[in-house]
């Protein structure tokens, strides 16, 4: 696996983002838009899993990364939990669902390939601090 130097370039971040812009483009009309409470949480939960993904990486240790990275699929799961909701009251068509669980499902899939590499790995060079001289 080549070196990841910003958390850009993590496949999985890549994948939520995508799914947080297909979420918005989705929840911007029909009837989701006017149900608040579901409309934000929806949009909040993929949100959660670019943010956790992008704060791990910068904590720079990998067992703070590795506990991040779980954090964040734990909120891809909680994505497929909603379109769940939205499609059984009706918000989404079968299309719209099966499009925003598949991204979904694929975040969460990378991300559990992502922890188990990490875990099964060294600690990177890359995520130790350079040897940095600090003055008080």
Known sequence: MPTITRFEEIEAWQTARELT?????????GKIARDFG???????????????IAEGFESKTQALFIRYLG???????????QLYV?????????QQFSNLFQMAEKASRQLSRFIS???THPQSHRLKEDDSE???
């Open 38 to 52: 579901l409309k934000d949480q929806l949009r909040r939960a993929p949100v959660s899993v670019m943010s956790n």
């Open 71 to 81: 954090i964040a699929k734990a909120s891809a799961g909680e994505v497929r939990s």
């Open 117 to 119: 590499y990490l875990e």
């Open 86 to 94: 939205a499609r059984d009251v009706g918000y989404l068509t079968e």
């Open 21 to 29: 812009k297909m979420i918005y483009s989705t929840t911007e009309e």
């Open 134 to 136: 600090y003055e008080v």
